[in-house]
């Protein structure tokens, strides 16, 4: 930090950390503020979800890289430097799959711990997992995702789920096929 940089997170990409300058909102040069670091240095990543549901079908893409290469999933990924979380999710939702949707309200936080073959924590999210009603598109696998359609409900259990991904998706569609939620 005394070098005039501040260090903010490890990155997913090989590099250690980001480095970003101690600059104020008029770019002059901010106080040094100390901060909490953890004994690894390494800090879990905030992730968004987003459970789209287009009448009684759900909205899955199938990913493209870890964690749960191959399988379906929630559209979704990491959140970004001065993005919200509901931003992040709509965001999400548009690149991986060219749907637009609404959101309707948070389902839950998850903590995502995915180890490897030994067993050793290889990443750590917290995934911030919305409930939203599609408004137009057709969905096409892109960005992170190979595919992206849309499952019936009924479906969700024969499809090798995250057992976190299947309860996230029930109460999602609990929220959005319930008579209280808002109709557009």
């Known amino acids: 930090m005394a070098d005039g940089y ?28 100390p901060m909490s670091i953890t004994p690894t240095g390494l800090v879990p990543q905030i992730g968004v979800g987003i459970v789209c549901l287009h009448g009684p079908d759900v909205l899955l893409i199938r990913r493209a890289k870890p964690p749960k290469q191959g399988e379906w999933s929630l ?9 919200t979380v509901r931003a992040a999710a709509l965001r999400e939702l548009r690149e991986e799959t060219g ?12 903590d995502g711990l995915f180890r490897d073959g030994r067993g050793a924590l290889r990443d750590h999210y917290v995934l911030v997992d919305y409930a939203a009603r599609w408004l137009s598109g057709e969905p096409k696998g892109a ?32 929220q959005v096929l319930s008579p209280m939620a808002p109709n557009p």
Do not use: M
């Not at 749907?99 to 998850?110: F, K, Q, R, T």
């Not at 960005?143 to 090798?160: H, K, V």
């Open 75 to 83: 559209p979704g990924g990491r959140l970004e430097w001065g993005e």
């Open 99 to 110: 749907v637009e949707a609404e959101l309707l309200g948070l389902i839950d936080v998850v």
């Open 6 to 33: 501040r260090i903010l997170y490890p990155l997913g990409n090989g590099d250690a950390r980001a480095r970003v300058p101690l600059l104020d909102a008029t770019g002059a040069p901010d106080k040094i503020i």
């Open 143 to 174: 960005s992170d995702a190979l595919e992206a359609r849309f499952f019936p409900l009924e479906a969700i259990d024969e499809l090798g789920l995250w057992a976190e991904t299947a309860r996230v998706i029930r109460a999602g569609a609990q």
